[in-house]
């Protein structure tokens, strides 16, 4: 190898890491990812290393600042690929992407399920209900809905989001954002 290390990236096995990606209902799944070593052509199969499943690439492209349909991706390089993926948790974030041909020996390092939360804010909807309002701010763990419990102080994750919470003796009214 030369002391380049550009080469080196390119013809090392594929590893692309997948950032992002949604459904289209045309296309099936379309991922956002990044080539961090090897290359990646329009037409390669591909092996989604943690969930095994393999696809051929019917497209691969760059946001340029629009969808801009290339060749070939290199190491280093961000774009997108959709290759008929039926559902988003075949191709999750952080998952690693690799040529069948050619598999890369181990996946990314850093790959989680990704925890689904919730970002919201409550506010009482009448004002006499103000020290309820004060409580969340306060951080206290409130007791709501169905024996769920959450807590927070200002816009945090928040598990649970419900539209009433619920007292032993009275019924108060929050309007919540997400």
């Keep these: 190898c030369c ?11 594929l590893r692309a890491l997948i950032f992002d ?16 070593d090897g290359q990646v052509a329009r037409g390669d199969t591909v092996v989604m290393m943690n969930t095994g499943k393999e696809y051929t690439l019917d497209e691969i492209g760059v946001l340029a600042p629009v969808k801009t349909p290339v060749d070939t991706l290199y190491a280093g390089e961000v774009g997108y690929l959709a290759a008929q993926i039926k559902s988003v948790q075949d191709a999750r974030v952080g998952d690693t992407v690799t040529l069948k041909k050619a598999p890369a020996a181990d996946a990314l390092d850093g790959y989680e399920d990704v925890q689904p939360m919730v970002y919201c804010g409550l506010f009482p909807t009448d004002a006499d209900d ?26 945090r994750p928040c598990r649970v989001a419900v539209a009433c919470w619920y007292q032993p003796t009275q019924q108060v009214a929050l309007h919540w954002t997400a």
């Design 3 to 13: 002391c380049c290390c550009c080469c080196c990236l390119l013809q090392d096995p």
């Design 21 to 36: 990606s949604y459904y289209d209902a045309y296309r099936g799944v379309v991922c956002q990812f990044r080539v961090v």
């Design 130 to 155: 103000y020290q309820v309002g004060r409580m969340f701010m306060a951080g206290c763990c409130v007791l709501l809905g169905q024996g769920r419990c959450c807590g927070w102080g200002t816009r």
